[in-house]
């Protein structure tokens, strides 16, 4: 029913000239729906629905003097034809009425100027529901008198049978087609024009593309990019597990239910998260984290410790493993939850705690097992096998001090690690295991292409060994395996550069001479030991000569100013622009001193290279593999490995069978 009181009137302008700055994205009218219009869910996976509806103060949508229609109703109809309202449809109570304001700009105009509009706002959540019965649904959301939104949802018709016992879902972060071509060239020789190796990826039977966009503007983060992979749901920059809602707390807004939380509840299966960034940052905390903000790094550790019944949801239980970085979120100290001890949280639940390679590897397969390494993101293949001096410059103990952790394992271990922990705890309900390759995109945005193209190798690596592990313990056959990645960045090579003309040359148009394209490029010199000798000295599939004198042309779309030599970064990690002015970045003068200068093309208080619009590679082996084949959108990915899991829960299910994935039944008395 709605408010007599309010003064009404019969329409309003829809501001569609708010492009690039949203009032609430997905929202373009006054009343919102979150699952908004054109979402498509599984079966029985559990999301909460808002509504919200807006009241501008003032600005150019200004409307009914800031007073929101508290008195808003909704209804739901169901493929058959049938309306009923939320509440009753759901069999849930009507939740509390919710009130609260925001402000936002307009434009930069209004930006520049600190002219913020004021919106306030009435809202409702219901909290954790599900639709059940395949088909159209319509949700009308109606307010002011009149006024109505509605938003087209499809219960996608997925079928219930398992068909692959575990899947082991490799994220290359960052990683496009570019970047794996160039990985490829420069560790794989090649005569006349036909390369004698190939990357593991290559071999995959099945390539397909997906397609990367947020659910509210077409350049994704890796949060909303991990979110659409994980739940079948798109997402909003920064936002993980959620639709972003308008109210301040990040942890309020309307969840769904990832991967790992349907694979525990539906089959009681393992699972696990293995990353070489901080295990909180967004790729691996994502699968079960719930925010609004990727940067609630601590709230989203405890999330993932302790269930996510604490913030309004399933109940659920942590992974039997996780590794990677992030320690400084959980020794005590500013960054970690509360201030409190995690690594003593995780080892009261049963977990072995492993802070090294040596106790990685020293631990038991049988017990759960946390393994952080050191602070923040751990340090790339590169400087762990090739650049070893630069490990020391690290201050990275896991345990908090500033002294260097050098007993670091790479992804290849880690994720070997991970497969023998999950093997042995997902007996015979399977597993669910996401891999990480973080800093493909950490070096790409610094453009720092060397450490990148290493990383990208060391994923290679890493799915080389867990396929040859797999086939070992004789389950290779029963596991999906999939390479994808969550978005790109304008990568490219151009050519090949002569980095000894070019350092000798003088003036900017002068060096840039070297850069030899078409017939110029030549052949990769990246094969070559320094001692003469065509080899490759780092172990199969990475270069011998990562300083080669005929070195990548390579480079970004998206980038700061910054200064080429194209020569590898010895002495670590590159910092490409600096801020020689507050807010204001130029090319470092301390880097590639010898090279020249390229402007960049993004605004000037970018300090890295951005994500890009491109579409990225799909590569699948196993039982479902042919689902992964053609273009579709990055939702689709969740809907493949769902339907490969036997993740729908339809209505008919029998909660109470005993489980075992070849019987297609399941339940675990979950009533
Ligand atoms: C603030 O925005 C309003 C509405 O867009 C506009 O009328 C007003 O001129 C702006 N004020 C300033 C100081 O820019
Ligand atoms: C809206 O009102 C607030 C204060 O009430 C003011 O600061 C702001 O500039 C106004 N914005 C616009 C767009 O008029
Ligand atoms: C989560 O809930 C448990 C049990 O109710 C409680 O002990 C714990 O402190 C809660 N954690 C947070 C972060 O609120
Ligand atoms: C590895 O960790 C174990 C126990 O956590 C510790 O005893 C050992 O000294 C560490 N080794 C190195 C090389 O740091
Ligand atoms: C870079 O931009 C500056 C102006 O901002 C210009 O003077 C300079 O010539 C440009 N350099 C190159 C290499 O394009
Ligand atoms: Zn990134």
């Not at 960052?174 to 004698?196: D, E, W």
């Not at 659920?316 to 500013?334: Q, T």
């Not at 450490?451 to 070992?472: C, F, I, S």
């Amino acid at each position: 029913m709605l408010a007599k009181s309010l003064t009404l009137v019969a329409a309003y302008a829809v501001v569609v000239s708010a492009q690039t700055y949203q009032r609430l994205g997905t929202c373009p009218t006054l009343g919102c729906i979150l699952p908004p219009d054109q979402q498509d869910f599984l079966p029985g996976q559990f999301f909460d629905l808002r509504f919200e509806v807006h009241a501008p103060l003032n600005g150019s949508e200004a409307y009914n003097n800031g007073e929101p229609d508290e008195d808003f109703s909704a209804t739901i109809t169901t493929p058959a034809g049938e309306t009923k309202s939320i509440a009753e449809f759901f069999s849930v109570e009507e939740p509390e009425l919710e009130t609260w304001d925001f402000s936002w700009y307009e434009d930069l105009f209004a930006e520049d100027a600190g002219n913020a509009t004021v919106v306030n706002v009435a809202s409702k959540i219901y909290r954790k529901i599900a639709l059940y019965t395949p088909g159209d649904y319509t949700v009308t959301l109606a307010y002011y008198d009149g006024s109505t939104t509605e938003a087209s949802w499809t219960v996608r018709p997925i079928a219930k049978e398992k068909k692959a016992k575990n899947v082991i879902f490799f994220i290359g972060d960052g990683m496009t087609t570019n970047m794996i071509t160039a990985a490829r060239l420069i560790g794989h020789k090649s005569v006349n024009g036909r390369y004698q190796s190939l990357l593991a990826m290559d071999d995959f039977p099945i390539v397909g593309h997906q397609m990367t966009h947020s659910i509210d503007s077409f350049i994704t983060d890796s949060a909303n990019s991990a979110s659409a992979l994980y739940t079948g749901h798109k997402s909003s920059v920064n936002a993980l597990g959620v639709y972003a809602d308008s109210s301040e707390d990040t942890l309020d807004d309307p969840k769904v239910e990832t991967i790992a939380e349907l694979f525990m509840r539906i089959w009681d299966g393992a699972w696990g998260a293995v990353s070489t960034a901080s295990i909180a940052d967004a790729t691996p905390i994502a699968l079960l984290g719930h925010s609004r903000s990727r940067y609630d790094y601590g709230a989203l550790v405890d999330m993932t410790l302790n269930g996510v019944a604490n913030y309004s949801w399933v109940a659920s239980r942590g992974p039997d493993v996780w590794l990677g970085g992030g320690a400084e979120v959980f020794y005590p100290g500013e960054d970690s939850f509360n201030g409190g001890d995690y690594y003593a949280a995780f080892a009261e639940q049963g977990y072995q705690v492993a802070l090294n390679k040596t106790s990685l590897e020293a631990a038991s397969s049988d017990d759960k097992l946390l393994g952080i390494f050191c602070q923040s993101h751990l340090p790339v293949w590169l400087d762990r096998n090739v650049f070893r001096e630069n490990l020391k410059d690290f201050e990275n103990d896991p345990l908090g001090s500033e002294d260097a952790a050098v007993d670091l394992p790479g992804l290849k271990e880690m994720t070997l690690k991970a497969v023998d922990v999950l093997v042995s705890r997902g007996s015979e309900n399977g597993f669910f295991l996401m891999s990480e390759a973080a800093s493909i995109d950490k070096q790409m945005h610094t453009m720092d292409y060397d450490r990148a193209l290493g990383d990208l190798l060391e994923l290679d690596d890493a799915v080389r060994a867990t396929a040859a592990r797999l086939e070992e313990l004789g389950i290779l056959g029963e596991t999906q395996i999939i390479v994808s990645a969550d978005h790109g960045h304008g990568f490219d090579v151009w050519g090949s550069a002569d980095t000894k003309y070019l350092s000798s040359r003088h003036g900017d148009r002068e060096k840039r001479r070297a850069v030899g394209t078409y017939a110029s490029s030549g052949l990769g010199m990246y094969a070559e030991g320094t001692d003469g000798i065509s080899s490759y000295g780092t172990g199969a599939n990475f270069p011998a000569n990562w300083d080669p004198r005929y070195a990548l042309a390579q480079g970004f779309g998206a980038a700061p100013d910054h200064r080429e030599n194209y020569k590898v970064h010895k002495d670590g990690p590159r910092t490409p622009a600096e801020e020689l002015v507050e807010g204001d970045y130029y090319a470092n003068p301390e880097d590639a001193v010898d090279g020249f200068l390229v402007n960049g093309t993004l605004p000037a208080d970018a300090s890295t290279g951005v994500h890009s619009l491109t579409d990225v590679p799909v590569y699948a082996m196993g039982p479902c593999q042919h689902l992964f084949q053609g273009t579709y959108m990055n939702i689709d990915v969740f809907y493949k490995m769902a339907e490969c899991l036997g993740l729908a829960w339809g209505e008919e299910r029998d909660v109470c069978d005993k489980r075992h994935w070849k019987s297609g039944k399941r339940g675990n008395g979950r009533h």
